[in-house]
């Protein structure tokens, strides 16, 4: 029998050894365990080199050597198959005493069958004529019972904690077992195959291949680490309670430079040479977390107190051959990691801040604090309120009724969104629709609800009861969606509802960002026979100009707006002047907010075209809806 098999298992394992130690690591868990297996797989190929070598020329050795060699390669064998049993739980059990319990319980098991291998005999069989040689006897058994256990387990384990694997390292695990197992089924069944050893090699070399380069974890253009590097070492830091400190640097639009030295060569030559002084600082880890972010991840506040001031000072001197370039980076700083409930928190408190953070883009510095992550933690929070709505349709529309002046009878109606948390509260439009606005679930939410009202213009025809049409909101992020009128088109058809029952409301901010494919989008639903108003006029920075602009026949006062006109003398001059230029262009005017019958009389005086607010009616569910204006049409005839 020849050792080739065995060979090119170690010249294998060997090469991948080498390019992984000598590659940037992060030192994750898995990592360690990965190597510790590859290290002891080794060992258990040289051991069964030795073994086949000792039984071949057992005529010139002592009896005891032979099988205390053999013996050995046994026990590495159990040795080998515990480290796949670490390598396995470093994914399944986050919490480290849980671990460490399991560990514990797999290595007595294996010394106690190493204890076995070595106490019970072994027999030796070898044929040079045929080329034969393998060993056999009690100890042996003991060796095929452990590693059946073993392999049973692992796959076990890989089966029942498939939810907390990912499907990757399950797949390139299992696929690891499977060879494995298949190599000791030919084994058993034909002792002249002494191929265990390869096997593992092959498996090792995949888990290397899927799992375990380092490569997989580094930023190709910086060499830094990256975002999934990030995650994992998050992850870890999270299941060790360990606490840490995190410098983030913003380069985004951060390149000055003196004019006479401008060149792209020197410009990505200041670049490298700024991610090197970043990667060098000691005890630290960089990570690459997006196109314009730099994170550092330091081990102690005192070492993330001194990279920040090491790093400020070395901006401001310029990079470069010459010290030409120039970064102008925004600073986040977190002091203290135990202000997050977890560690793999960070990316989503990076994102709330970059989304929400205006003072990190004024002052160039941000010191986190407890109020930003209790913040953090609100938003999330509401994002999980509003997914599981979207999901379980938790969603409802309530409408307020709008009454005509000139008509004196109700007209019309606001569609409002309201969304219910696991406990079946009303969430406070205000406390969900700014984050919904934020992460970009409006876009579904407003079709949604969108939807509901077409469902409800064609199940119950408000337009017996007097309603010509229902208004709804939109939000900034809907207007910017460039597909927003086709979609709303195809809904209207879908419904089968007439597109004149259909007043969609807009603000000026909400179109602020992209303007034309807002207009563009408003042309397309006017041309099909849809209507728009300009919400909130009197807020912000809402103006006349704005309203000659977009294409709108309803401006709807805003409920700061009215009351202003009842409690500031100077506001009454300015309100009728806008009313003035309003009707001029031939424009109604909606009063929200009216809430007394003297606004009431006041507004209609004024030759304000419709009213809305809790003088007549509060938002209402859609039954409670129905029933109001039924009332008010038979009222009325009465």
């Not at 941000?366 to 349709?393: C, G, H, P, W």
């Not at 300009?534 to 920075?541: E, H, I, S, V, W």
Request: charged letters at 20%; aromatic letters at 12%.
């Amino acid at each position: 029998m020849s050792i080739y098999a065995q060979c090119c298992g170690f010249v294998l394992l060997l090469v991948l050894g080498w390019f992984y130690v000598n590659q940037k690591r992060l030192h994750l868990n898995t990592g360690k365990a990965f190597f510790l297996t590859l290290f002891v797989s080794l060992g258990s190929l040289i051991l069964d080199a030795i073994s086949v070598l000792m039984i071949r020329n057992m005529d010139a050795l002592p009896y005891a050597c032979v099988v205390f060699s053999c013996k050995m390669y046994l026990s590495s064998l159990l040795a080998m198959l515990l480290c796949t049993v670490c390598y396995i739980c470093t994914d399944i059990y986050s919490k480290r005493i849980l671990y460490y319990n399991v560990i514990n319980y797999n290595v007595v098991l294996s010394l106690i069958a190493i204890v076995l291998i070595f106490v019970l005999p072994i027999y030796v069989y070898s044929d040079p004529e045929k080329g034969a040689l393998y060993t056999y006897g009690p100890s042996v058994m003991v060796t095929y019972v452990a590693a059946a256990f073993y392999l049973v387990t692992n796959l076990v384990l890989l089966v029942r904690k498939k939810a907390i694997i990912r499907l990757s390292r399950r797949k390139a695990m299992l696929f690891w077992m499977v060879i494995w197992l298949g190599a000791a089924l030919i084994q058993f069944f034909n002792k002249e195959i002494l191929i265990v050893g390869f096997a593992s090699s092959i498996g090792i070399m995949v888990l290397y291949i899927k799992l375990e380069n380092p490569e997989v974890l580094l930023d190709r253009p910086t060499g830094l680490f990256n975002q999934m590097a990030l995650t994992r070492y998050m992850r870890q830091l999270s299941y060790r309670s360990r606490q840490f400190s995190l410098v983030l640097m913003v380069l985004e639009h951060s390149f000055y430079k003196n004019v006479s030295k401008e060149s792209k060569e020197s410009e990505t030559a200041a670049e490298m040479e700024m991610i090197d002084f970043v990667a060098a600082i000691p005890g630290t880890r960089a990570f690459k977390t997006a196109g314009d972010e730099i994170m550092l991840v330091c081990d102690t506040k005192e070492i993330a107190e001194e990279s920040l001031v090491k790093l400020r000072e070395r901006f401001e001197r310029g990079w470069g051959k010459d010290e030409s370039v120039f970064l102008r980076p925004s600073w986040v700083y977190l002091p203290d990691s135990t202000l997050l409930r977890e560690a793999k928190d960070i990316s989503h408190l990076i994102k709330h801040i970059r989304q929400n953070s205006r003072e990190l883009l004024e002052n160039g510095f941000l010191q986190i604090d407890e109020a930003i992550v209790k913040e953090m933690y609100s938003t999330r929070q509401m994002e999980n309120v509003i997914f599981n709505a979207i999901e379980q349709n938790w969603i409802t529309v309530y409408f307020q009724p709008i009454y005509s002046t000139k008509e004196e009878r109700f007209v019309s109606a606001e569609a409002l969104v309201r969304i219910t948390d696991g406990d079946g509260r009303v969430v406070p439009p205000y406390d969900f629709v700014w984050v919904a606005e934020k992460n970009g679930m409006m876009l579904r939410l407003g079709e949604i609800i969108f939807e509901k009202v077409c469902q409800f213009i064609r199940d119950y025809k408000p337009e017996q009861y007097g309603i010509k049409y229902i208004e709804v909101n939109l939000s900034a992020i809907q207007c910017a969606y460039e597909r927003f009128a086709d979609n709303y088109i195809a809904i209207m058809k879908r419904y089968g509802v007439r597109p004149e029952f259909i007043n969609l409301e807009i603000t000026e901010t909400a179109t602020m960002g992209a303007k034309k494919i807002a207009i563009a989008n408003m042309n397309k639903l006017i041309e099909y026979g849809v209507s728009f108003s300009l919400d909130d006029f009197g807020t912000g920075q809402s103006n006349l100009n704005y309203i000659v602009d977009m294409p709108v026949n309803i401006v709807k006062f805003d409920r700061t707006m009215i009351n202003s006109y009842f409690e500031n003398g100077k506001a009454k001059y300015v309100m009728d002047a806008a009313m003035h230029m309003i009707h001029g262009m031939k424009l109604e005017i909606v009063a929200e907010g009216i809430e007394t019958k003297e606004q009431y009389d006041t507004m209609r005086s004024l030759g304000i075209s419709y009213i809305q607010g809790y003088y007549f009616s509060k938002p209402i569910p859609q039954p409670e809806f129905l029933e109001f204006i039924k009332a008010k049409k038979e009222g009325r005839r009465g």
